[in-house]
Every structure is written in C-alpha cells, then in structure tokens.
C-alpha cells in the first residue's frame, strides 16, 4: 500500500498562486492512478483532480478547470498540483490520496482511492 504525506499548503491572497506535493512510499505509486481532494468546513470530501499512472490523461472538477495542473514524477514518487488564480472558494485542507491496481484511471469519488495523505491546509485570504 502506498504511504502519502501532502506539503506545500499555506495562506495566500486572492489572485495568488501555491503547489502542492504529495510525496509517496510503495512500490506501486507509479502503476495507479493519483488523485487530489479538498474538503472545507462542514462541507463534504470533494474531488479536485486526478492524473493516470503514466500521466497521459488528466482530469479536473469543474471549479478548477483552466486554474489547477496536475503533474507526477514517477521517479521521485512524487505528485503536484498547482494552484493558480486561487479564490476564497478554493480555501480547505487538500488532500491525495492513491487509487488502487487494476481500476481504471478516472475515479471522481472518495471511496475509489485506498490510500491518503494527512491533508495540507490552503487559506485564501480576500
């Protein structure tokens, strides 16, 4: 199973931009699929976006769709999502979280992912 420790969270303005990493133990980060997730205050776990095990295909919520880039280096065990023209809206703990071998790539909820981080904080401030 793959262990996951999210970094890179913080407070920034609107407007602002931040990058998150997911840094990954196990030997199967690099053959599943790698998704991202935000929850805010009293609000429900929420997908944000996902990237196949070998980066060929991506995919984004809505809300962040033309904002956020999702990247992974398989070599360094690592995923990233970038942040950029971030908004009040986009303030919540965001967490990864590793699908598991053998499922299909584009998993949107919660219960497809077996493995997750601790969660980083993101604050934008107005």
């Known amino acids: 199973q793959v262990q996951l420790v999210e970094s890179g969270g913080g407070l920034v303005q609107t407007g602002g931009s931040l990058k998150l990493s997911c840094a990954a133990s196990?030997?199967?980060?690099?053959?599943?699929?790698m998704g991202w997730f935000r929850q805010a205050p009293g609000k429900e776990r929420e997908f944000v976006s996902v990237i196949s095990w070998s980066s060929d295909m991506t995919y984004y919520a809505e809300s962040v769709k033309g904002r956020f880039t999702i990247s992974r280096d398989n070599a360094k065990n690592t995923v990233y999502l970038e942040m950029n023209s971030l908004k009040p809206a986009d303030t919540a703990v965001y967490y990864c979280?590793?699908?598991?071998?053998?499922?299909?790539?584009?998993?949107?909820?919660?219960?497809?992912?077996?493995?997750w981080g601790q969660g980083t904080q993101v604050i934008v401030s107005s």
């Open positions: 979280a590793a699908g598991s071998y053998g499922s299909g790539w584009l998993r949107t909820r919660p219960g497809d992912y077996v493995s």
């Open positions: 196990g030997r199967s980060f690099s053959t599943v699929a």
